[in-house]
């Protein structure tokens, strides 16, 4: 009897379990289509600031600004890197790290100093302990996020880059596919390479700029740089709820299982108790006739 109670302990404790992710995913169900509407809401602004961008780029010398040259002998470099403040997502936070230390790798090989600039405690815990070379981290920001507080990191890293702290900086964050597909993604910010200018076969725009398209572009460096980063937040969070909705499905389809499985188990367990007793009774009628 022992062991049936056991048996009935744990099928009780696998159903509040199931309970628990069952609340989760529909919890990360619901921040998810809040924050993908926020990212879609962005996505048409990306979209045409990329296009502008695009079209300056294709008319205009690519040396007019220092955010645009390449430097020779890079030496110093950065990388924004995003990750969760919360776990249960399933790989969502190893795939990003996975990247960043294959960059980290890639930067030793060639000797060049690298900082690691932290989005989310997940990435900042893993990287601490391991000793990687950290310039600051961010944690439990993703909901107060605004265009103001990327616009002030932005200006950080363009300080830092005109005066000569780093030569270039990359960011790697997850990139938002479809529910059942998030890309880890590694891009670089600085020097800023603007989109190939878009091929005129009639249908593209012919943008009139005032006072010039090299003002404009100058102008528009900053808030390209701003625009890529605002994305990532956007992103990466919208494939955290992703993540984190389909471990907590998984996770409540395994509970289910394991309940059907301890209950077939409890089942055969409390025939084979019956089978017994009864086998018991009847020897001992048989030992008094």
């Given at each position: 009897?022992?062991?049936?109670?056991?048996?009935?302990?744990?099928?009780?404790?696998?159903?509040?379990?199931?309970?628990?992710?069952?609340?989760m995913?529909?919890?990360?169900?619901?921040?998810?289509?809040?924050?993908?509407?926020?990212?879609?809401?962005?996505?048409?602004?990306?979209?045409?600031?990329?296009?502008?961008?695009g079209?300056?780029?294709?008319?205009?010398?690519?040396?007019?600004?220092?955010?645009?040259?390449?430097?020779?002998?890079?030496?110093?470099?950065?990388?924004?890197?995003?990750?969760?403040?919360?776990?249960?997502?399933?790989?969502?936070?190893?795939?990003?790290?996975?990247?960043?230390?294959?960059?980290?790798?890639?930067?030793?090989?060639?000797?060049?100093?690298?900082?690691?600039?932290?989005?989310?405690?997940k990435?900042?815990?893993y990287?601490?302990?391991?000793?990687?070379?950290?310039?600051?981290?961010?944690?439990?920001i993703?909901?107060?996020?605004?265009?103001?507080?990327?616009?002030?990191?932005?200006?950080?890293?363009?300080?830092?880059?005109m005066?000569?702290?780093?030569?270039?900086?990359?960011?790697?964050?997850?990139?938002?596919?479809?529910l059942?597909?998030?890309v880890?993604?590694?891009v670089?910010?600085?020097?800023?390479?603007?989109?190939?200018?878009i091929?005129?076969?009639?249908?593209?725009?012919?943008?009139?700029?005032?006072?010039?398209m090299?003002?404009?572009?100058v102008?528009?460096?900053?808030?390209?740089?701003?625009?890529?980063i605002?994305?990532?937040?956007?992103?990466?969070e919208?494939?955290?709820?992703?993540?984190?909705?389909?471990?907590?499905?998984?996770?409540?389809?395994?509970?289910?299982?394991?309940?059907?499985?301890?209950?077939?188990?409890f089942?055969?367990?409390?025939?084979?108790?019956?089978?017994a007793?009864?086998?018991?009774?009847?020897?001992?009628?048989?030992?008094?006739?």
């Amino acid at each position: 009897m022992a062991a049936l109670r056991d048996i009935k302990l744990k099928i009780k404790a696998i159903k509040k379990i199931e309970q628990i992710t069952r609340a989760m995913s529909m919890v990360a169900s619901a921040k998810l289509r809040n924050t993908q509407g926020k990212m879609e809401r962005f996505a048409p602004y990306a979209r045409k600031f990329e296009e502008i961008m695009g079209n300056l780029a294709g008319r205009i010398d690519p040396d007019i600004h220092p955010l645009l040259v390449k430097r020779e002998g890079v030496k110093h470099v950065e990388l924004l890197h995003f990750s969760s403040d919360k776990g249960l997502c399933g790989g969502f936070n190893m795939n990003n790290i996975a990247l960043c230390e294959k960059w980290v790798d890639e930067q030793l090989e060639k000797q060049t100093g690298y900082k690691l600039n932290l989005v989310g405690r997940k990435g900042r815990d893993y990287f601490t302990k391991r000793g990687f070379n950290i310039s600051s981290s961010h944690i439990h920001i993703y909901a107060n996020v605004n265009i103001s507080f990327v616009n002030k990191m932005t200006q950080d890293f363009i300080t830092k880059y005109m005066k000569g702290e780093i030569d270039e900086l990359y960011m790697v964050y997850s990139r938002f596919i479809s529910l059942s597909k998030l890309v880890p993604t590694l891009v670089k910010l600085i020097p800023v390479e603007p989109p190939k200018a878009i091929i005129d076969t009639g249908g593209s725009n012919e943008y009139l700029c005032e006072p010039g398209m090299k003002e404009l572009l100058v102008e528009m460096l900053p808030k390209h740089i701003s625009v890529q980063i605002m994305n990532a937040f956007f992103q990466n969070e919208v494939s955290e709820y992703a993540a984190r909705m389909a471990a907590m499905d998984n996770a409540k389809k395994n509970c289910k299982d394991m309940v059907k499985e301890l209950t077939l188990t409890f089942n055969k367990a409390r025939q084979a108790a019956i089978t017994a007793e009864l086998m018991d009774i009847v020897g001992g009628a048989e030992a008094l006739s």
